[in-house]
């Protein structure tokens, strides 16, 4: 009897995801390189690609079967440099070198981050209900690195002004460091179901945002922090919904989102009937 042969990964493809992990520390570093040098756009470009192959990486080691644990580790490292290490030197080269607490912002701001990747880490082998895992506690370090360089995107926009003075920013890496490290329920993007009538539209507006990022990069770094913080409240609300509905932690987004417009839908009437003195009708005795 022959046996059919499994096909596996071969060394060098193994080895692809923690490639682009270890380029993706390389160009987090030479973010910085640019930064000393003056260089703030080649800086922050830097910075997004090697975000962008730190998102890759381990999308890629699944797809291979090529998860490891010494790649865990690595991208841990990685997303520590890049959204940590990198963005705090970058906003100190360029906004904070000459200011008296610049150094100590900076400093709070990439412990902040290594202290938000351990909590994520160890909260990774605890038992959690369903719904919990479409939120994120606290900011995630990406998030948090687009933020950090909030300031530097509107100084590149529009010149110097209070957005770029020593107690704006060091107010905003303040706030960004403890968003970081909050409990503050945040939702995953992934989780987003986009209902079938406006997958055109959203495809056409991310075209759209596309071609902007190339002409108005700065505009959509700004846009982007600005939509992620307008979704906070909304996103406390949902997961303290789900909280408080026990039954619907193990349904897909989709269908909770169904129960919770059903649920919304019936209270109006339930609230007229009390404003009423009304009360359902209950068995005759």
Excluded at 16 to 39: E, H, N, Q, R, Y
């Amino acid at each position: 009897m022959i046996k059919a042969r499994v096909k596996t990964p071969t060394v060098t493809f193994r080895m692809l995801p923690s490639m682009l992990t270890v380029a993706a520390i390389c160009l987090g570093l030479t973010s910085v390189k640019f930064a000393l040098d003056g260089l703030e756009t080649e800086a922050m470009a830097f910075l997004a690609v090697a975000a962008i192959l730190d998102a890759l990486d381990g999308r890629v080691a699944r797809m291979l079967n090529a998860t490891s644990k010494m790649g865990e580790e690595i991208d841990s490292l990685a997303d520590a440099v890049n959204f940590g290490v990198a963005p705090a030197f970058i906003v100190y080269a360029t906004l904070l070198s000459q200011s008296r607490v610049g150094w100590i912002v900076v400093l709070l701001y990439a412990v902040c981050i290594v202290l938000r990747l351990a909590r994520f880490n160890a909260m990774l082998d605890g038992d959690q209900p369903g719904y919990e895992k479409n939120y994120f506690v606290g900011m995630p370090a990406p998030a948090g690195a687009i933020g950090a360089i909030g300031p530097l995107a509107a100084k590149m926009q529009f010149g110097d002004g209070w957005w770029t003075s020593e107690w704006a920013v060091s107010l905003w890496m303040i706030g960004v460091s403890l968003l970081v490290v909050s409990t503050v329920s945040m939702r995953k993007i992934h989780t987003f179901a986009v209902p079938s009538n406006m997958v055109v539209p959203l495809l056409a507006l991310v075209a759209l945002g596309v071609a902007a990022s190339v002409f108005y990069g700065y505009i959509v770094i700004l846009v982007i922090i600005l939509a992620y913080v307008i979704h906070i409240p909304f996103a406390v609300r949902t997961k303290a919904w789900l909280r408080e509905h026990p039954e619907l932690w193990e349904d897909k987004p989709k269908q909770q989102r169904q129960a919770r417009r059903a649920i919304r839908r019936a209270q109006p009437h339930r609230r007229s009937a009390a404003r009423l003195g009304l009360r359902r009708p209950g068995p005759r005795r």
